[in-house]
């Protein structure tokens, strides 16, 4: 009976399990947005909740009620592996530009029309608003799949106590023994080697060994002075003075300067180009919906809000040409964030990284792999380790030869 | 006793449960071992792990957590002892105190161990005070505190429930029949609380060779462990989920083999002890 008992308990675990698990719904629709962190005005601070303004315009345009699922991923590959697995239902991803290409390759996207859907919604398309130079981009040459969100390069964020004057420009602050310790790199692959290979100007979507080879010598020689291989933690690193240096991207130097007013900029000579840009996975259920979304984040007063609560550069002339938001963002940010002179069409296709194809990801990854576990641990580790070996190697002997000796006494 | 239809029923949720989550997966990582991305029988997944760097990790990783799990054995066995001589309301209060850390999630409390170490973080500003300085972060040392501080309360608390099962009067009868203190501990206490030690031992060792968590956050990314990597193959730049499955088997049959090493030595020391009884 107890059995029983138990095996009951454990069916109705499972089945509640899988009733919180399944979707519930019917009387309302769903969206599921599935976005990089901290990439949306998410109505924190004051600031413009999105989701929920969207919930009420939805509302307004059609009459019907819908809820708005928010997910974050952390970089490109996660959101891929997940997509890529089939078991998602995601109505909305912002991908960036090299991922957006192999996503359409791999046939996982979904074309899209906003014109078309706005129409048959009766809703204001906002379309039109994203620049001419925003569109067409190498990844989307037809603009069938996508709807540019943000721009952005990325640069080199530095403590202006800590970092003389004269070592400034180049990428090779983050070679600089005199600040041994106190670098921050990347933690991963891509944005790694490519910080060596803008320092060299070698082409960051080689197909060629050797210069993926020279970067890892050239990341060889800086692994020394790093401090860490961070994503995230560079914000408390940086803000907090642990370290002096670092490359990172363009408007996330604005939320680390909000809490530390010590931290400068600049963008080495060459350096990386990035579009994000809204898109809608092939396995999506609401289309429809999705497209309506990514329409209602072109808005001037929601696409504003976006800009102003994530830092980055807005392909849209509703963003950029606004002198509210211009005045909001102040000079500096708007020198660095859209620079006079700066050919955004023509950086992107000579900087840009491009998707290489898996021959060369597995070589760029082994080489990292490589890169990063050289060197080791330091020595007393494995004498320690090989101590406590020997320890636990002897006192299984004693066990042994105890028993041994119990045996034959009795 | 004849079991009825309905109490066999019962125990399908067990068995679709084991075959769906334990089973299938651990089918998927060998099917994957031995595959190539066409799906053709390979074994070049197993051959490049001894081509290159990657015996190093193995060893790395190995050396960590076993310095982190003998140094959880150290702290947890005195502590378990002493715990389970106190009275009992005291015991109550003591274990809940070793389980609270666990009721936080251990992303954060790694995340804060950052904070703490790091050289602009609280150690450091406390000693800054008597003009001394310490750099922690980013070393090996960081990341085994960090796996002792995670995983010390799995080794405590199987330790301590074998010991407060331990009869207060076997105690008193070997101090009766003449044993010192130090003989009272070697030939009462320790044999008898050993299945203790052993599974405290599994829970912490276990979690700590593949964890990548720690390791990245406190070690800064400058050397790798097998967990780290395994992570990369699975969501890195380079997705190769044949390559990722068969760094896991390997792990998985390295865990396995120090555990049946351990387990054959301890289990015929118990039977030994039974049968003596």
Redesign the interface.
């Known amino acids: 009976m107890k059995?029983?008992c138990v095996?009951?308990l454990?069916?109705v675990c499972?089945l509640l399990l899988a009733l919180l698990t399944s979707c519930s719904g019917g009387d309302h629709d769903d969206l599921y947005v599935y976005n990089w962190g901290e990439y949306i005005s998410d109505g924190s601070e004051d600031s413009v909740n999105v989701t929920k303004e969207f919930e009420a315009y939805y509302k307004e345009l059609t009459g019907r009620d819908i809820k708005v699922h928010y997910t974050t991923y952390p970089?490109n590959?996660?959101m891929?592996?997940k997509i890529s697995s089939g078991t998602s239902n995601y109505d909305i991803i912002i991908p960036s530009d090299y991922m957006i290409e192999r996503m359409i390759g791999e046939g996982l996207l979904a074309e899209i029309d906003i014109e078309s859907v706005c129409e048959k919604y009766g809703a204001e398309c906002y379309y039109k608003y994203i620049g001419d130079d925003y569109r067409g981009l190498y990844y989307d040459p037809e603009n069938k799949y996508s709807v540019p969100y943000t721009y952005g390069r990325v640069g080199v964020i530095y403590n202006t106590e800590m970092v003389d004057e004269e070592d400034l420009g180049g990428w090779e602050l983050l070679w600089n023994e005199k600040y041994t310790g106190k670098i921050l790199q990347f933690?991963?692959?891509?944005d790694g080697f490519a910080t060596a290979q803008y320092m060299l100007d070698l082409d960051v979507n080689s197909t060629d060994g050797d210069t993926w080879r020279r970067a890892q010598s050239e990341l060889l020689r800086q692994?020394p002075l790093?401090?860490?291989?961070?994503m995230d933690?560079i914000y408390?690193?940086m803000e907090?003075?642990?370290a002096a240096v670092a490359a990172y991207y363009a408007g996330d130097y604005f939320t680390m300067l909000d809490i530390n007013e010590e931290l400068g900029f600049y963008y080495p000579e060459r350096t990386n180009v990035f579009v994000d840009a809204m898109c809608v996975p092939a396995g999506s259920a609401n289309k429809e919906i999705a497209q309506l979304f990514i329409n209602f984040m072109l808005s001037e007063d929601i696409a504003i809000a976006n800009a102003e609560y994530i830092y980055y550069a807005s392909p849209n002339s509703l963003v950029f040409e606004n002198e509210g938001y211009i005045e909001d963002m102040g000079e500096e940010a708007m020198e660095i964030l859209y620079p006079e002179g700066f050919n955004f069409a023509e950086e992107l296709n000579k900087y840009a990284y491009r998707n290489l194809d898996?021959g060369t990801?597995?070589l760029?990854?082994?080489l990292?792999?490589?890169m990063?576990?050289?060197?080791?641990?330091?020595n007393h580790?494995?004498v320690?380790?090989g101590v406590?070996?020997a320890a636990i190697a002897v006192g299984?002997a004693v066990?042994?030869i105890r028993?041994k000796r119990?045996e034959r006494f009795? | 006793m004849k079991k009825s239809f309905?109490?066999r029923a019962?125990?399908y949720?067990?068995i679709v449960?084991s075959v769906l989550f334990i089973i299938a997966p651990l089918i998927f990582v060998v099917y994957y071992t031995f595959t190539d991305?066409d799906g053709a029988f390979t074994t070049e997944n197993v051959e490049r792990m001894f081509t290159?760097?990657y015996v190093?990790?193995f060893?790395?990783s190995?050396?960590?957590a076993?310095?982190a799990t003998?140094i959880c054995l150290l702290i947890a066995y005195p502590l378990a002892y002493i715990f389970s001589r106190m009275k009992e309301k005291w015991q109550r209060i003591m274990i809940l105190l070793i389980m609270i850390p666990l009721w936080m999630n251990f992303l954060i409390t790694t995340y804060s161990w950052?904070?703490i170490l790091?050289?602009?973080?609280i150690i450091n500003s406390i000693l800054s005070l008597f003009g001394l300085s310490a750099h922690m972060?980013?070393?090996?040392g960081a990341v085994v505190i960090g796996m002792v501080f995670c995983f010390l309360p799995y080794m405590i608390l199987p330790i301590y429930t074998v010991m407060s099962g331990i009869d207060e009067r076997l105690l008193e009868a070997s101090a009766d029949l003449g044993c010192s203190g130090w003989q009272r501990l070697t030939k009462v206490v320790m044999p008898m609380s050993l299945s203790g030690v052993i599974s405290g031992i599994t829970m912490v060792f276990v979690p700590s060779i593949s964890t990548f968590y720690i390791s990245?956050?406190l070690?800064?990314?400058?050397?790798?462990l097998i967990g780290?990597?395994i992570e990369?193959?699975?969501?890195?730049?380079?997705?190769?989920y044949h390559f990722g499955a068969a760094l896991s088997l390997v792990l998985m049959i390295l865990i396995l083999i120090s555990m049946a090493?351990m387990n054959h030595?301890?289990d015929?020391?118990q039977a030994?002890r039974r049968r003596?009884k």
Request: with cysteine; hydrophobic share 40%.
């Open positions: 059995r029983f095996s009951a454990f069916a499972v970089s590959e996660d891929y592996a933690n991963n692959s891509r692994k790093i401090q860490s291989y961070v933690e408390n690193k907090s003075g642990e898996a990801l597995e760029v990854n082994s990292w792999e490589d990063k576990i050289t060197g080791g641990l330091p580790v494995y320690t380790a406590l070996a299984i066990i042994v028993r119990r009795y | 309905i109490e019962a125990a949720p067990h449960w991305a290159s760097n190093l990790i060893i790395n190995v050396c960590l076993l310095i003998v950052m904070t790091e050289d602009t973080g972060i980013n070393t090996p990245q956050k070690g800064g990314g400058t050397f790798q780290d990597t990369s193959y699975f969501v890195g730049t380079a997705i190769n090493i030595y301890t015929s020391e030994e003596i």
